[in-house]
């Protein structure tokens, strides 16, 4: 059974840094692309980030988080992170892990979500 576990969620204020993690398991992760959306409260789900997997490993990231935010993976630990620098009041929202793209937002396992608070 596959299952997606993020960490790394809390509050920061504006301008700080979080990393998250996104521990996969139960399936083979490394030949398949991964990736990190959100929601925010009140809106839909949007992409933020995917990263290709075996020796790609080709980021692609939404604009407004382009330059702020880094996707990265772990081959050894099966493990995804999200590393989020210069934060913002409108990154607040709960991040979600995603593995296995089939579509163009569409992926075949998500996780649980992790909160990320922004305080201004």
């Known amino acids: 059974q596959v299952q997606l576990i993020e960490s790394g969620g809390g509050l920061v204020q504006a301008g700080g840094s979080l990393r998250l993690s996104c521990a996969a398991s139960?399936?083979?992760?490394?030949?398949?692309?991964m990736g990190w959306f959100r929601q925010a409260p009140g809106k839909e789900r949007e992409f933020v980030a995917r990263?290709?997997?075996?020796?790609?490993?080709?980021?692609t990231y939404a604009e407004s988080v382009k330059g702020r935010f880094i996707i990265s993976r772990d081959y050894a630990k099966n493990t995804l992170y999200l590393q989020m620098n210069s934060l913002k009041s409108e990154d607040t929202a709960v991040y979600y892990c995603?593995?296995?793209?089939?579509?163009?937002?569409?992926?075949?396992?998500w996780g649980q979500g992790t909160q990320v608070t922004v305080s201004s």
């Open positions: 995603a593995a296995e793209r089939r579509g163009v937002y569409e992926y075949a396992y």
């Open positions: 139960g399936g083979t992760f490394p030949g398949v692309t």
């Open positions: 990263i290709s997997g075996s020796a790609s490993s080709i980021a």
